[in-house]
């Protein structure tokens, strides 16, 4: 049976991430991986080796809206009508260019999870597979992770993982308790977020056999 993604895409995705680590380990710690797009892009890695419909069903479900309003807020902040402002920093001429690039990755990475799901089919398990493995980022981000804002002395230090915290990283939200907001975010994502991707997927693409 011949691969269904060419040597080279698997190469150049390894390649990416062969950097992108060390980068993000010395810049930002070990923790910001624990970010949801970043999840997803090791399973996209994974994904496009093992060629199993599974590893990229399930990012998909996880980050394509997400992703897509980043897409959106990035385009708008390129003709001055930004939607949330989360891409501001892309244009942010005192950070490094090379860092920003490499944060490239959150535009083309949902076209990949899409590419790879046409090509593998949409395996149903994922939705249930990346709900359970959010719930965990979620309650280990806010079990163990830190509160915004971040600290004077190391500003580039994730806090408020995943939203744990609210929706702002210069503060806790002051809108509820917080293990309300906690419980609320966890009933949110799968509900608001991961369901409606699940059913456009299964409507939509391929099954996976």
Not at 54 to 60: E, G, Y
Request: proline share 9%.
């Amino acid at each position: 049976m011949s691969p269904t993604f060419p040597l080279w895409t698997k190469l150049a995705l390894t390649a990416f991430v062969a950097v992108l680590v060390p980068v993000y380990t010395v810049n930002y710690g070990w923790t910001n991986f624990l970010y949801f797009c970043d999840v997803a892009l090791f399973c996209t890695l994974i994904a496009i080796w093992t060629e199993k419909p599974l590893w990229a069903s399930a990012p998909a479900v996880g980050i394509l809206l997400p992703q897509a309003l980043w897409m959106a807020d990035f385009l708008g902040t390129a003709v001055g009508l930004p939607i949330t402002g989360m891409t501001a920093y892309m244009y942010d001429a005192k950070l490094s260019l090379f860092t920003r690039g490499l944060s490239f990755f959150h535009f083309w990475l949902p076209i990949v999870l899409l590419w790879q799901v046409w090509k593998l089919g949409y395996d149903r398990r994922g939705f249930w597979y990346w709900t359970v493995a959010a719930w965990a980022l979620v309650l280990f981000s806010y079990a163990f992770l830190p509160a915004p804002p971040a600290p004077s002395d190391n500003s580039a230090l994730p806090v408020n993982v995943n939203f744990v915290y609210g929706l702002n990283d210069t503060a806790p939200q002051q809108w509820m308790p917080q293990r309300a907001w906690l419980a609320l975010l966890l009933a949110a994502l799968p509900l608001v977020i991961y369901l409606p991707t699940h059913l456009l997927l299964r409507r939509f693409a391929p099954a996976a056999k």
